[in-house]
T-cell receptor, first 116, second 115 residues
Framework: AQTVTQSQPEMSVQEAETVTLSCTYD???????LFWYKQPPSRQMILVIR??????QNATENRFSVNFQKAAKSFSLKISDSQLGDAAMYFC?????????????FGQGTRLTINP | DAGVTQSPTHLIKTRGQQVTLRCSPK?????VSWYQQALGQGPQFIFQ???????QRGNFPDRFSGHQFPNYSSELNVNALLLGDSALYLC??????????????FGPGTRLTVL
């Protein structure tokens, strides 16, 4: 079964600085997607960024970028120029095809605090 | 365009009772997934509905059941509630088809407390 591991329960960063959140996963599938979701205190899960496994180029979305290392099964999220609004729980998630195309497997989450 | 909506926002039940949670998908979406998120944990997949049928199920007991209506809205039912069922229940909707990249849009969740 696929598993997703986030080894950093909590992280903090100064406003305007850069922070990297770590994620590793385990799978035997070759075709899959990886996602980072943000869950603020309002509870609504919001997609931050996604990465297709067959694409070698790392995805970027404005201040958010990923470092996808397929061989190492690593998928880290870098947040540049951190803002107070970035404070939230961040979840790494996996979706493969063999186990069902729509099911997301989530990690345990990393709580990110932004210090003003 | 309304996003995914869920009701109620909060719910308090006692052990042994039954509960029904409701979800309306985002406009244009016909696939609904349910997740359970215990406090301090990541969401766990319960099941997914498409064309009014359960398409995939996670490792949850039969006490958890669901339904999808012709208008694509969905219900999650939990029977014989246990203290361990206390959690945030999230509904997510997506476009049809086994497309890996289809984004799942999440609702704000229903917080269930079992006393």
């Amino acid at each position: 079964a696929q598993t997703v591991t986030q080894s950093q329960p909590e992280m903090s960063v100064q406003e305007a600085e850069t922070v990297t959140l770590s994620c590793t996963y385990d799978t035997s599938e070759s075709d899959y997607y990886l996602f980072w979701y943000k869950q603020p205190p309002s509870r609504q899960m919001i997609l931050v960024i996604r990465q297709e496994a067959y694409k070698q180029q790392n995805a970027t979305e404005n201040r958010f970028s990923v470092n996808f290392q397929k061989a190492a099964k690593s998928f880290s999220l870098k947040i540049s120029d951190s803002q107070l609004g970035d404070a939230a729980m961040y979840f790494c998630a996996y979706r493969g095809l063999i186990q069902g195309a729509q099911k997301l497997v989530f990690g345990q989450g990393t709580r990110l605090t932004i210090n003003p | 365009d309304a996003g995914v909506t869920q009701s109620p926002t909060h719910l308090i039940k006692t052990r042994g009772q039954q509960v029904t949670l409701r979800c309306s998908p985002k406009s244009g979406h016909d696939t609904v997934s349910w997740y359970q998120q215990a406090l301090g944990q990541g969401p766990q997949f319960i099941f997914q509905y498409y064309e009014e049928e359960e398409r995939q199920r996670g490792n949850f007991p039969d006490r958890f059941s669901g339904h999808q209506f012709p208008n694509y809205s969905s219900e999650l039912n939990v029977n014989a509630l246990l203290l361990g069922d206390s959690a945030l229940y999230l509904c997510a909707s997506s476009l049809p088809g086994l497309v890996l990249g289809n984004e799942q849009f999440f609702g704000p969740g229903t917080r269930l407390t079992v006393l």
